[in-house]
């Protein structure tokens, strides 16, 4: 295998105070092979001894930009709270239509909004409406489908698109439980409009309060695994009261913690 390795030593006497702080960065690698796997790594080394700590990044894959690829972004849009969260989907999708100017010619990477209104902000940025992608030569393009909220549904059960799929006995269970609950209908809009994303290769779930950055134009998942956001949710104690209490109740747990709700 190839191995194209680009070392980069740091110069002690870059700086004096530099050299005497109690941790300097020694060497930092990239590992280049030709199947566009990169690998990052770092040694720390302290002033004492010999002692090193090495952090290992992740591995991101890029595979070929002479591959065609099909990516999403799913957002929920919630039109009721236009005040707060339209200029994060202006931000978001500024990012998105930058990214791509990086993007191999045969990626197409479509930014899909489920939401209850095609507002004008949707129609001015050129959203079109309720129309899934037909191939993988059709531009990349912002999709608006239409969501009625699981709070909304008081009495109406059924799909807003011919897109969307609702069990109604599942969909009154939700409105029954969980129409309180802030956040539902970031996951729900999956569940139900897995029509309107089901061509693609890979889909990226993301709230709107973050944006993207250039190197997502050249990104999925290595050894196309799925990724989840990991957050400070919990605790070592309450992992395992949650682990006694689903062997109380004879559940399967899946010691998957820090996971959160979107």
């Not at 050894?223 to 062997?247: C, D, P, Q």
Request: proline share 3%.
């Amino acid at each position: 295998m190839l191995i194209l390795s680009i070392i980069i030593l740091y110069t002690k006497n870059f700086h004096k105070s530099f050299s005497q702080s109690t941790v300097n960065f020694g060497i930092s690698q990239i590992q280049y092979n030709v199947h566009k796997q990169v690998s990052y790594s770092q040694q720390l080394t302290g002033n004492k001894g010999n002692n090193s700590i090495t952090k290992k990044l992740p591995l991101i894959y890029q595979p070929s930009s002479q591959s065609s690829l099909l990516r999403a972004l799913l957002l929920f849009y919630p039109n009721d709270q236009e005040s707060d969260f339209l200029p994060e989907f202006r931000w978001f999708y500024r990012s998105w239509t930058e990214m791509m100017i990086n993007e191999s010619i045969l990626w197409r990477t479509d930014l899909i909004v489920y939401t209850s209104e095609y507002a004008s902000i949707f129609k001015d940025l050129d959203c079109i409406y309720n129309q899934i992608r037909i191939n993988s030569e059709e531009k990349p393009k912002c999709r608006i489908f239409p969501y009625i909220r699981i709070k909304s549904r008081t009495t109406t059960h059924a799909p807003s698109s011919k897109y969307q799929t609702i069990d109604k006995q599942r969909s009154q269970t939700t409105y029954q439980y969980l129409r309180a609950y802030e956040y539902i209908d970031s996951i729900n809009t999956v569940f139900e409009y897995n029509a309107s994303f089901s061509m693609y290769d890979f889909i990226l779930r993301t709230d709107m309060d973050c944006f993207l950055t250039y190197n997502f134009a050249y990104y999925v998942p290595y050894n196309y695994s799925i990724l989840v956001g990991r957050g400070g949710y919990s605790t070592e104690f309450n992992n395992k009261r949650l682990k006694r209490i689903a062997r109380d109740m004879n559940w399967t747990y899946a010691n998957k913690n820090g996971l959160g709700s979107t």
